[in-house]
């Protein structure tokens, strides 16, 4: 099968494993996966609830949070709180510029408009899914 025959699914899957190994293997000389630094960055966008960081992940991340914790990057300053720590905001920051390698990686060789609109479509997509299944 021609790789322009194959269906949107097939992409989508691909890409997320793809992105996963690579973050993964950024973010591996901190001690992290691809999930420690999805927690991280929500939480560098300001303080937030377990809920609110845990909303966006189709996984448990609740370990996750307990080992930032324990490392002192997060702290839970009221309860339903979450927050980093001074040492957690410098940890986002050393591993924010190898996610960006990654970022970039993947958007090599398409323009500013390209990838928008690839973010665009995808996006649309979700949302007509989320529609069809009553969700949205």
Known sequence: MAQEQRPVGWWVKRLDA???EAVDAAVAPEGLTRRHWQVLHSLAEGDAGPRDVLRDFSVDVG???ADLT????VTRP?????????DGA??????????GRVRRHAA???SRDEYE???????RMVENMER???RG
């Open 108 to 110: 090599d060789g398409m």
């Open 132 to 134: 069809a299944l009553g």
């Open 70 to 73: 324990a490392r002192g990057w």
């Open 117 to 123: 609109r690839a973010v665009t479509v995808l996006a």
């Open 18 to 20: 793809l992105l996963e």
């Open 90 to 99: 410098a940890a986002h920051d050393r591993v924010w510029r190898a996610v």
């Open 78 to 86: 009221a309860a339903g709180a979450l927050r980093l720590t001074e």
């Open 63 to 65: 370990p996750v949070v």
